[in-house]
């Protein structure tokens, strides 16, 4: 039997089009963000900023 590693997940935010890397994702409840914007739920409606991905919660 082999196992399998997940490394990449989608972004937990639901309008965010974004793949992390575990390794590098920001963790929030159990749940992995791309960064810190969307974790906190976009309090000031910012964007993740990041190259194709218009979400701002």
């Known amino acids: 039997m082999s196992s399998v590693d ?6 937990a935010c639901q309008d965010c089009v974004c793949v992390v890397q575990l390794s590098k994702a920001v963790s929030r409840d159990g749940k992995a963000y791309c960064c810190d ?21």
């Open 37 to 57: 914007e969307c974790a906190d739920g976009h309090k000031d409606h910012a964007g993740c900023e990041h190259a194709g991905c218009a979400c701002h919660g």
């Open 6 to 11: 997940v490394e990449m997940v989608k972004c």
